[in-house]
């Protein structure tokens, strides 16, 4: 399909792992982004990861890219309240009318963390 | 703090109206882009603007424009305003027109609209 696909909640407790899962739809996109949107707040860049690479770890995130079933993976470890907030998978595509990339945006994944 | 400041943060207005939504990109970048979100569509981009100039049109309505000022503040405008354009308006902008993959955009805080 068209649609950069995000299952829309997560439940974790703190201390645990969280994973949001993503599955994009342009296998010639070069990054792949996770961005944070906090309460009231816009969307934050959190990390991304280049095409060629399968993982990427940055302190407590990693990223899992699968370039064969175009599914892409942000794991939280020791998740804390702090890290409430709704998460965006977006994918960069050409608009090759205009010659400019543009990013599009799964839905967002709610992830809720439990005291 | 993104450096991307958007006005006003609330507005509410009635069906039919016209409203402006307004836009100051962080210092030093050319381009704006402007989206929507709401919660059956989710993060919608509509249009980019370079150094003055329409880049990019995404899912952009024809009841809805936008332009950029040569400060590059930008403006959104939307006339005819339906029930169904309440949603919340991101602006983002970055110091590329999109030329290269790698497209770090940063959001402002967004224009909650509601029609009634």
């Known amino acids: 399909g068209e649609d950069v696909e995000q299952s829309l909640f997560l439940s974790v407790r703190e201390g645990d792992s969280s994973v949001i899962n993503c599955t994009y739809t342009?296998?010639?996109?070069?990054?792949l982004y996770w961005y944070k949107q906090e309460p009231g707040a816009g969307l934050q860049l959190l990390t991304y990861?280049?095409?060629?690479?399968d993982m990427k770890q940055d302190q407590r995130l990693t990223v899992l890219l699968n370039k064969k079933d175009k599914h892409l993976s942000l794991r939280i470890a020791d998740t804390q309240t702090g890290d409430s907030a709704i998460y965006f998978c977006a994918e960069i595509r050409l608009y090759s009318g205009a010659g400019s990339y543009q990013l599009t945006f799964g839905k967002g994944t709610k992830l809720s963390v439990i005291p | 703090d993104s450096g991307v400041t958007q006005t006003p943060k609330h507005l509410i207005t009635a069906t039919g109206q016209r409203v402006t939504l307004r836009c100051s990109p962080r210092?030093?970048?050319?381009?704006v882009y402007w989206y929507q979100q709401s919660l059956d569509q989710g993060l919608q981009f509509l249009i980019q603007y370079y150094n003055g100039e329409e880049r990019a049109k995404g899912n952009i309505l024809e009841r809805f424009s936008a332009q950029q000022f040569p400060d590059l503040h930008s403006e959104l405008n939307l006339s005819s305003l339906e029930l169904g354009d309440s949603a919340l308006y991101f602006c983002?902008?970055?110091?590329?027109?999109?030329?290269?993959?790698?497209?770090?955009?940063?959001f402002g805080p967004g224009t909650r609209l509601t029609v009634l």
């Open positions: 210092s030093g970048d050319l381009s």
């Open positions: 342009d296998s010639s996109s070069t990054y």
């Open positions: 990861i280049f095409s060629n690479m």
């Open positions: 983002a902008s970055s110091p590329t027109g999109g030329e290269s993959s790698y497209n770090e955009q940063f």
